[in-house]
């Protein structure tokens, strides 16, 4: 059963309420944006190749900016940095949709959608470099960043939706453009919480390495490791779209992907609403390998409903593997390194998840859906050694 006293408790605190629901808006293109970009220029030019090549640039112009963007947060506070990609990203999509309706620069297009993905403002990691100024409990801090994980898991069922909302009335443009308007007005009313507005800058003890968290020998395996798991969530959707393929009923991917999202916000919320005796770096062994087991039940499975509703299961440990990662990432980075750090968990995430769904797909070309679950298993697993063995000396 989800204990929701401790979310109570959270909320009681000065600031986090108002923060997390003030981050709402602004963070809704996370579930939109992408799949908008896809499937409008898909309609809009009838090319599979330039939509693909779009949407992939846009990730990549979202992880490859990310540790920059994280370190300005560090440096000089989240204002500066959300005001400026308040501006610039919704003016980018809007570009985007300007250049597809009226032009055929395929090139241009696709190098609109790289500096779209580069210029997204990181409310998320604003968000998770925030908790740890507001909450000195540890056990709150994990509510917090359980909570935060199923508001994402919530917004990716969302977003999907209402992208399919404007595709059925036949105006695809229309999802992209939307992202542009949650994006800008997000970022105005998450910049007036409270929380934000007070938000100090800490200085440096030592002189800035280049290098910044990836001098850290345990923040490094927590970022391999990292990369690990989210190539397991890329070979895992590329799994189900195979499986439902397979069985004739492609439609029925997105329902699965979407209860599995709904079995990882119920395990976010469940983790989170706890304390745990074990400590964090155990924590994530243990919903890794939980995770590791799912994998394994899935593959197993052959009947399309079964499968389905396995997916529930399977989906659980989802979010509270990201929520265990992000408290660890909070408890070894440099307080003035937090955002920079949590960047680089969230490149090592879009990267692992990209290369996942690239491996996954040539795997489908000659393998069945349940190899490609062992082969995401196996990562997950991979996931778990690596912390196992840098923190094996830490009890």
């Known amino acids: 059963m989800i204990s929701f006293s401790?979310?109570?408790?959270?909320?009681?605190?000065?600031g986090v309420r108002a923060a997390l629901v003030a981050s709402v808006v602004g963070r809704m293109p996370i579930g939109i944006a992408m799949l908008a970009i896809l499937l409008f220029l898909q309609d809009r030019t009838g090319s599979f190749a330039l939509a693909g090549a779009a949407g992939a640039l846009y990730v990549l112009g979202l992880g490859a900016v990310a540790p920059f963007l994280g370190r300005m947060i560090d440096r000089l506070g989240p204002l500066r940095v959300l005001s400026v990609s308040a501006v610039i990203y919704p003016g980018l999509l809007i570009t985007?949709?300007?250049?597809?309706?009226h032009t055929e620069s395929h090139g241009w297009i696709a190098l609109v959608a790289l500096a779209a993905g580069a210029a997204f403002p990181p409310i998320t990691i604003c968000m998770r470099a925030l908790y740890p100024r507001l909450l000195p409990d540890v056990g709150l801090l994990q509510t917090?960043?359980?909570?935060?994980?199923?508001?994402?898991?919530?917004?990716?069922i969302a977003g999907p939706a209402l992208v399919a909302l404007f595709v059925s009335v036949g105006h695809p443009y229309g999802a992209v453009l939307f992202a542009a308007i949650c994006a800008a007005v997000g970022n105005v009313i998450f910049l007036r919480s409270a929380a934000v507005r007070e938000w100090t800058v800490h200085p440096g003890s030592e002189r800035r390495s280049l290098l910044g968290p990836l001098r850290y020998p345990r923040l490094l395996a927590v970022f391999a490791a990292t990369a690990l798991f989210s190539v397991a969530f890329g070979l895992y959707e590329i799994a189900v779209t195979a499986f439902a393929a397979a069985r004739?009923?492609?439609a029925a991917a997105g329902v699965i992907l979407a209860l599995a999202s709904v079995g990882g916000a119920a395990g976010a919320l469940f983790y989170g609403s706890r304390d745990w005796a074990l400590p964090v770096t155990r924590q994530f062994l243990v919903v890794v390998g939980l995770m590791?087991?799912?994998?394994?039940?899935?593959a197993s499975i052959d009947n399309l409903?079964?499968?389905?509703?396995?997916?529930?299961?399977?989906?659980?440990?989802?979010a509270p593997v990201i929520a265990s990662q992000s408290v660890l990432v909070s408890r070894l980075a440099p307080r003035e390194m937090l955002a920079e750090c949590f960047t680089w968990g969230a490149t090592c995430l879009l990267g692992g998840i990209s290369a996942g769904i690239a491996v996954g797909g040539v795997l489908a070309e000659y393998t069945s859906p349940a190899a490609i679950l062992l082969a995401a298993a196996a990562s997950a697993l991979l996931a778990g050694v690596v912390v196992w063995v840098a923190f094996r000396d830490a009890g």
């Open 292 to 298: 590791t087991a799912g994998l394994l039940l899935l």
């Open 144 to 156: 917090a960043y359980s909570i935060d994980s199923a508001v994402i898991e919530i917004i990716f």
């Open 6 to 14: 401790r979310y109570s408790d959270l909320f009681r605190v000065p």
């Open 305 to 318: 409903v079964l499968f389905a509703l396995a997916s529930v299961v399977a989906g659980a440990p989802m």
């Open 248 to 250: 004739g009923t492609p």
């Open 96 to 101: 985007l949709v300007v250049l597809a309706l």
